[in-house]
């Protein structure tokens, strides 16, 4: 490796900062990477950051320093962030061995050690009777803390960690200690300069290896999702959907452009906006942002649905005839891509106004086009409107199940029929259920990748707004001129593949979010769980034990579900289990890096105890 300004060298042990924090901990310089100027570095629970120069200390000059009684929220912040928080609770020898590994080696020398010994004395007294609680509690305090309700037990745990020496924790700062004269007089000063220092580390994100291959993967995506789309609309629309018909005849220009259908298509998402923002339902609190902030989002996904179908309704009743959306798909497939290019834009330019801790870690690269696809702001909002939920839960989720729904009255039309056929009516129920059940616990979203870690940007836009109701409605369109009669067996094996993976789904994925929102919930403390270097935890026993993405078994069963109700005479409505094989499998993928870089040892102790990705004893 080329290295220019080589302050650290390959093999060099040094302090470095843990990013969000003013701590800093013993690592081990990796390497520099000489076009970005970042080192990659070690900690000693098998972390790997990339760190700037101006986040490396020499070891030379570092002083254990025991805490002082400040709560500022920086503060506040680095101990739910540090890697000292790994001695928390937890009885299995991974616990031991993250907390052992958080430890760090380089004792204070033993003048400086009596000097912290008697500071740390002096402060331990009236804080002697929490310690003695926390060892009372089994250290519950430590599962509480990641409770966003449990303010009260944060403020315990957090006095309960200013009694425990910081030379035990392995935790670092900057600061030099004074005699406690002095220690006083500069208190202030340097409240501020941390209180700064955690906000610019907390700021600058530390960069992410690049997905979806790279800058040049970027504009392939860009082009090829796009084209994708189109060809499966016109695919479906031939007399012979048969891939022996592949390419289908490209329509002229004007085709795509309806500017009625364009009306229908901004009446239906302001529609949605409307029923988004109106003071109904739950405020629920999403994770944990890197500046501590927790935002809060109008769950009413529910309400929306049921207001949505009276809607329609009222809509058929005064003769509106449905099966336009049948007639019209390729032009209102046009009017959404319009009108996801535009928000990519206006998401993209906007993330430039941005404050630093806004972005996406993914969607930070400097390439226009990388993050103009994967997304730059984490939670872009007007207000208290977050377009990212919004277009996720509403406008095309909903839009899916009113795109089938006219699809099943498109089927009766052309086929002459009293009532949609089996197969149809089981398309329609199954992605019903799903898209019911995803707005029912809409809160659960808030726990998801695309919601905690992904950038705003062309990928969701276009996955959200045309991906999900033009091309996860194929089996229903399909099925309106290839009908696929079900004798009673199928149908009832359909069925029950269908529940069976709903179950898992359902399950695992509330587990999980159950136990991200309240580790001490007292339904989950059968589970055996991975404390990790993060201050959070990883459930390794329940769903979560049997493989290490239950909710996609559950999810791939009722794909399956879905297809088989379309028979085996063309490939197209096989089209979604297909893609969404490699989607689950690449998004499996992406975690397990992203999973690895947060948690470090912690995560490989997990793939070790849980071997298999998704499904049990195969992948
Ligand atoms: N129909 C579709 O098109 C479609 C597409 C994609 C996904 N989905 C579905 O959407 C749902 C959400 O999927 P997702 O991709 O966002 O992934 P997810 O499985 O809900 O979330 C992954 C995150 O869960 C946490 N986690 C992982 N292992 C854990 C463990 N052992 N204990 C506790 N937490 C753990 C990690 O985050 P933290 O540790 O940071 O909390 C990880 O990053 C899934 O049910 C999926 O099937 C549907
Ligand atoms: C454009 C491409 C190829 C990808 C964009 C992916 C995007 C369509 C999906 C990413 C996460 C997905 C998701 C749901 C729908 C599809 C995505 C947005 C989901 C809202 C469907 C309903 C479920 O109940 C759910 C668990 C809430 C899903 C969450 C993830």
């Known amino acids: 490796m080329k290295m220019p300004t080589v302050k650290y060298q390959r093999g060099d042990m040094v302090m470095g900062r843990w990013p969000g924090s003013n701590l800093y901990y013993e690592v081990k310089v990796l390497g520099l990477d000489a076009k970005s100027q970042l080192y990659t570095v070690i900690y000693k629970d098998g972390t790997e950051l990339e760190l700037k120069e101006q986040d490396i200390k020499s070891a030379a000059g570092f002083q254990s320093r025991s805490r002082s009684r400040s709560r500022s929220p920086s503060r506040r912040r680095s101990r739910s962030r540090s890697p000292a928080r790994t001695t928390r609770r937890s009885s299995s020898r991974t616990a031991a061995a993250v907390a052992a590994a958080a430890i760090t080696e380089s004792a204070p020398s033993s003048r400086r050690d009596a000097k912290l010994k008697d500071s740390v004395e002096v402060r331990l007294s009236p804080l002697q009777q929490t310690k003695a609680a926390e060892n009372n509690s089994n250290n519950k305090h430590e599962k509480k803390e990641e409770n966003n309700t449990a303010n009260e037990v944060n403020e315990k745990s957090e006095a309960v960690a200013e009694a425990v020496p910081e030379k035990n924790q392995g935790r670092y700062n900057l600061r030099r200690r004074k005699d406690d004269g002095d220690f006083k007089s500069v208190e202030a000063k340097v409240e501020q300069l941390e209180e700064k220092e955690a906000k610019l580390a907390a700021a600058t994100p530390p960069s992410t290896p690049l997905d979806f291959g790279g800058k040049i993967g970027a504009y392939f995506w860009l082009l090829f999702l796009p084209a994708w789309v189109l060809f499966l609309l016109l695919q479906v629309n031939l007399e012979d959907p048969s891939l022996a018909n592949f390419p289908p005849p490209l329509p002229p220009l004007e085709a795509f452009w309806d500017v009625q259908a364009l009306g229908f298509v901004i009446l239906w998402i302001l529609f949605q906006a409307v029923l988004y923002i109106l003071p109904v339902g739950k405020l629920s609190e999403g994770m944990p942002l890197r500046s501590g902030e927790r935002l809060k989002y109008r769950t009413n996904g529910f309400f929306a649905i049921v207001v949505s179908s009276v809607a ?18 390729l032009q209102l497939t046009a009017a959404s891509f ?19 801790e806004q972005l996406a870690l993914g969607g930070s690269s400097g390439n226009v086009v990388y993050d103009f696809f994967k997304g730059h702001e984490l939670n872009p909002r007007i207000k208290n409107f977050d377009l990212k939920f919004f277009c996720e839960m509403r406008p095309g989720l909903i839009g899916w199940c009113l795109i089938n729904f006219a699809m099943a009255l498109a089927e009766m039309k052309h086929q002459g029929l009293n009532a949609p056929s089996h197969s149809m009516i089981l398309v329609n129920l199954f992605q019903l259920l799903y898209v019911v059940d995803g707005l029912w616990n809409e809160e659960a979203i808030l726990t998801t990748m695309d919601l905690m870690h992904d950038g705003f940007g062309f990928m969701l836009a276009f996955g959200d707004l045309v991906w999900v109701p033009f091309t996860y409605t194929l089996q229903a369109y399909y099925l309106v001129s290839w009908p696929n009669p079900l004798s009673l067996p199928a149908l009832g094996a359909i069925v029950t593949l269908k529940l069976v993976g709903f179950y898992i789904f359902r399950k695992s994925n509330s587990e999980k979010n159950a136990f991200r929102r309240n580790p001490s919930d007292t339904r989950l403390s059968h589970l055996r769980n991975i404390p990790t270097a993060t201050g959070k935890s990883l459930l390794v026993s329940g769903w979560w034990g049997v493989v290490r993405h239950p909710n996609y078994l559950g999810d791939l069963l009722m794909a399956l579900a879905w297809s088989l109700p379309c028979g085996f005479s063309h490939l197209l409505p096989w089209y979604y289990m297909i893609y969404f094989i490699i989607l689950l499998v690449h998004r499996d993928s992406r975690d397990m890096s992203e999973c690895r870089r947060k948690y470090g040892s912690a995560w490989d102790e997990y793939c070790r105890t849980v071997r298999y990705r998704i499904i049990p004893r195969v992948y």
């Not at 005839?321 to 019209?328: A, Q, R």
């Not at 319009?338 to 630093?356: E, F, G, K, N």
């Open 338 to 356: 319009i009108i996801s290019i535009l928000l990519s834009t206006y998401l993209y330019v906007r993330s430039h106004y941005a404050a630093p």
């Open 312 to 329: 329609v309704a009222a809509a058929m009743h005064k003769g509106f005839d449905l099966t336009y959306i049948h007639s019209h798909f």
